[in-house]
């Protein structure tokens, strides 16, 4: 039942948009009462949480899937990874509002439930950096290499290599940052034609840590 909750929450969400999901919709949708609903989870809120760890989870799934078929070189597989991600977002743009957007007043999703999940991408670009470091090629800010600076990230710079995960994290935002603006259709006209602007800030990026050749 839980697998044809989530089926027909994420149909809802794709053909109506997730600020329009509710239990209600969903219990039509698979021929059981509203009530039958709270058997499986709490509430809305309870659902939407299952359904933000899943779409962390097929995301970090997708980059490493398409890690596995990327160059050696570490600029062509940084890039290669993140189209990867980037295509993610387009073909499941109602997802990705989902992990990234506001979409319901009040509701948060529990970091105990979605960290894994989250970090999974992460790891992914953070791997590629100590790769990078390995050969003695990666340019990190000099700034994050502060230890005081580093000691104010908290537990996510004591679960991940330091200081690689304030430059991964900030070259996630960098092509998040893009990819929201092309979702919302905010992109300057031309810019964003076929991820063109995208394609040339991954290869920005990869020239600036120092992954070109």
């Known amino acids: ?30 021929g059981v009462t509203t009530p039958a609903l709270y058997r499986y989870f709490d509430g809305r809120d309870a659902l939407v949480t299952s359904l933000v760890a899943d779409a962390y989870e097929e ?19 940084f890039i290669t990874l993140a189209r990867a991600y980037r295509r993610w977002a387009i073909d499941r743009p109602q997802e990705y509002i989902l992990i990234h957007g506001a979409i319901f007043p009040g509701h948060r999703a529990p970091i105990e439930v979605v960290a894994a999940a989250a ?9 590629l950096l100590t790769r990078a470091e390995a050969t003695g090629r990666l ?18 710079a004591r679960a991940l290599p330091i200081p690689m995960v304030a430059t991964a994290y900030s070259t996630w935002l960098s092509l998040h940052g893009l990819v929201w603006e092309e979702l919302l259709g905010r992109l300057p006209g031309g810019l964003g034609d076929q991820g063109a602007l995208f394609d040339l800030e991954a290869a920005a990026i990869a020239e600036r840590l120092g992954l070109t050749d």
């Not at 490493?64 to 597989?77: I, N, Q, T």
């Not at 970090?119 to 791997?127: A, E, G, N, Q």
């Not at 005081?148 to 908290?154: K, N, S, V, W």
């Open 119 to 127: 970090l999974k991408s992460l790891h992914i670009f953070v791997d």
């Open 59 to 77: 995301l970090g799934l997708a980059l490493e899937h398409a890690g596995k078929d990327a160059p050696g070189a570490l600029d062509l597989r």
């Open 139 to 156: 340019r990190l800010p000099r700034a994050y290499s502060d230890p005081d600076a580093i000691r104010r990230l908290g537990t996510l």
């Open 1 to 30: 039942m839980v697998v044809a909750i989530k089926s027909a929450a994420r149909d809802h969400i794709r053909d109506h948009g997730a600020a329009a999901l509710s239990l209600g919709a969903i219990a039509r949708a698979i």
